[in-house]
């Protein structure tokens, strides 16, 4: 029994047509074959490993650039070495590989490694190479671990070369729009590598210029950022980024990787601030001045003699920014970049109310209502849209307009206007969970008293809104979960608060441990996630880690209560990060854009014979219970999604006393949102024992209702040898 | 081209293959033509003239419902009984061709859609489209899909709730 077996792909294709070779396009519609002979299902899963392989590599890129840089600097001699609390540095390469790297060099052995297997894995999605979805998907898993073993790489090079917190407690750092100081020269860091903005920090303190300008930015580079030094201001998720940048607030735009507006020039360019792309991931079509002088680099910039530059040298883009914004923020102050309310009306008065900014909005967002309030001079709409990220301004409505209202313009300025106090916090990025504390819940985790571990990853692509990660994180936090985030997640957690005025990082602890906020970090930071469920099951349960990769996974599938959730996925790192985390048996919830995928992992809990284990203890195969019932699974609120999760949480071997509370989180939560108990309740429950107190004589009545019987509890739950096995091709 | 029978969120268009655009009395005669209909019905609805429209739809020809999203409370505060399934859980079971079904009789012929997110639901379609030949889509709601076998255009909410009321007499 096998993974793919009990969790069938489940494909939503998003185009009836393949068109990646002269063959096509071709249709295949109806059972339809392509000229190639691939059909519907196949071209699903092989567009779900095209997706895993980019996702996976631009993490794995964004590894390599760090590694080689953080060489040149540090020597490959560093060691790997996280402090007293953690001996287990590594524990994906550990497993995977069954290497325990010493120091920065060994990190290369990992990279190596992951590199030919990425070139294999894309290789198969060339026409005429695997035709069958499960191969593809079998793949696609191996794409998503390779994501695992390049984050994990990239972030530990990182804590150690950069002395990144090391799993100690972070401090709280400044989170919002609010928070950048704009009467100051302001350096905006947008993506994923840490280099550039380290480069601007070092530059920054040699030259004591710390209170001379301000560094900011948007997505994990910030995050990272703040784990170098906590004194740079995280502006927010991805979705701040259109909004920002036509705010003109920020003197120079330095780019790396990953999740940048590809037209981020065009936009920076509008407000006259500079632009600095600084790796070969994002060259923008300017040009490369990494060999040039600082002074002409400057100087060429400043007096506006080039568009932009490319340096691929952190330490230099660390000079050139500074320098830069130093040069030009007097006279950008100056410069006029939103409409005015005055003009904001006018302009609303040539809207022809079309109607096609709604449908062309990702979430059908009411751009037109707000547009016509605005003629009013109301501009509630458009603040109910800004606040909160509900648009996260994709800008696809202003590309629609036929009368080319600047509409991200607009609503940026009614925000800017009306919506104060966009100040908040975040617990910088701890990195890695520390041993001690794994030995610390591992045993209450893995029977249940503390009911899980959820973690919030991944993008802003909200579908009503940033506030939906944070009320599901609170809610989960007053229920004893421990509560893990990264990443845009992270942010938009921050961005939230509660009736007192306090953030989540406020309220709690970034303990891992029940009702702990921990936030990891960026987005090689998730690897961290993963890395603490395979320590549960090697200092908990003794699993030997070195090249056990099947045995960890079967242990954490059917042990560790953990659930991922990635409510505004979008990307393709996205997609390579929830097939990771589901290799590791660990389930993940998406939003309902997370449909646009292709394919969920369903399980199906009326086929009795699907649930099967292996009881090692036993020494025989028992009857299971859809025990996690889903390995990737899309809701379509958040309503949906936070009962989803807590019984996503369940596990075979949850003690009686963990199963009621699992059980009572469940019953509860879906009382509160479907107003009953959930009908499918029965199915988790053993023994009487198992039923929460509270909820008692309803369970029973239920029980009696589908003639119930009382199942054994499974001891040891593997999906491993099983005896009937049939081993077969590529699954 | 009629702005009606663009897909509403016009780049869910996935191919060759559209849906058939019906008025009321269409989609009266697929239902009456099916053996074992069921009604999907989303959260966009809840508590909506709309919702207690579909509901006297499915009331008319004693279609069981299920209900996606949190559907499930608004639907049993107003005294109506639906079966709770996430919307991919839900169409999981209905593209297998041996699914007993929501009342163990067999598995549906034609599933009606509405009120379900717009562009998720037009992904359960489109598995329904390449996955499940058994079953016929329909959707009633006021969003042309292009993924469903049949369905309403697109409308204002007046004209729709028209529409609706219509199917519902």
Redesign the interface.
Known sequence: MKLLERYEP????????CCLCTYGKC?????KKGACGID??AQQARTVLLACCIGSAAHSGHARHLLEYLIDKHGKELPIDLGMNIDIEAPIMRVVLGKHPKNLGDLKDGLNYLEEQMVHLLSACHTGQEGKSVDFESKALHAGLMDNLGKEIGDLAQIVALNMPKGEDAPLVELGMGSVKKEKPIVLCIGHNVAPGAGIIDYMEDQELEDDVEVCGICCAALDITRYNSRAKVVGPMSKQLKFIRSGVADVVVVDEQCVRTDILEEARKNKACVIATTDKICLGLPDMTHADPDIIVRKLVNDEVEGVLIQDPDKVGEVATRVALKISKERKSIKKLPNLEEIQEMSKECTQCGWCI??C?N?LNMKEAVEGAMESNFTKFQELYENDVCYTCGRCEQECEVDLPLISMLTKVGEHYVKNEKYNVRAGRGPVQDVEIRRVGAPLVLGDIPGVIAFVGCSNY?EGADDVAKMAEEFLERNYIVVTSGCGAMSIGEYRDEEGKTLYERYSGDFDAKGLVNVGSCVSNAHIPGACIKIANIFAKKPLEGNFQEIADYILNRVGACGVAWGAFSQKAAAIATGINRWGIPVVVG??G??YRR?F?G?A?KTEKWRVNDLRAGKVMEGEPAPEHLL?????R??ATV?IVKLCIRPTDTTKGRQIKLNNYIDLHKK????I??DVYKFVRTEKDIPITYKKEVLKILEDVEWEPKAILQEPSLMDFKEEIVSGGK | MDERVIP????VI????QALLVTPETAEMMIQKAKRPLLVI??LINDSPAQTLSTKIAEKWDIPMVS???A??SL??AGVQS??Y????I???LK?PD?EGLKGDGQHDLVLFVG?????GS??L??L???A?HIKTLTICRFFHSNADASFPNMNEGEWLKYLEKLAK
């Open positions: 489940f494909y939503a294709p998003f185009c009836d047509m249709d295949l519609t109806e059972g519907i299902e449908r062309v990702p059908s579908p309902p854009h449909t646009k969920l369903l199906r009326d699974y899309a809701a379509e609120n309503e949906e989803a949102y479907f107003g009953t959930p009908h | 509403w969120q016009p780049t996935a191919g060759p293959k989303g959260p996606t999203g949190d499930f409370k049993s505060e079966r709770a996430g919307l991919v859980e169409v999981n079971l297998d699914w379900v997110l717009y562009y998720m992904q359960g489109s598995t489209k390449h996955f030949p």
